[in-house]
């Protein structure tokens, strides 16, 4: 079993930024991802960003590519989503997701223009 809790979700202007985090804990996640997805009402889950848990190795949606970068920590507990340059597209709530079967309780990003 997996267990996700993120935070840093908030209020901010378009053109800031916020740092999501997910503290991860359970069983191991060797070579498995641990990524960011979100949701609006009304539409499912996007995949945002992933991260490789063992290498580190991330990949992104075309639409956050450049604007957002996905991290850990050394001591492989908390994955950050760093999101820069927010537009008010980015509005939704967030999800920790990892090993293709656990979420988080989401976290609501709200961006406003």
């Known amino acids: 079993q997996v267990q996700l809790v993120e935070s840093g979700g908030g209020l901010v202007q378009a053109g800031g930024s916020l740092r999501l985090s997910c503290a991860v804990s359970g069983r191991t996640l060797t070579n498995r991802d641990i990524g960011w997805f979100r949701q609006t009402p009304g539409k499912e889950r996007a995949f945002v960003a992933a991260?490789?848990?063992?290498?580190?190795?991330?990949r992104y949606a075309d639409h956050v590519r450049g604007r957002f970068a996905i991290f850990r920590d050394n001591a492989k507990t908390t994955v950050y989503l760093q999101m820069n340059n927010l537009k008010s597209d980015d509005t939704a709530v967030y999800y920790c997701?990892?090993?293709?079967?656990?979420w988080g309780q989401g976290t609501q990003v709200t961006v406003s223009s």
């Open positions: 997701h990892a090993g293709g079967a656990y």
């Open positions: 991260i490789t848990w063992s290498d580190g190795n991330a």
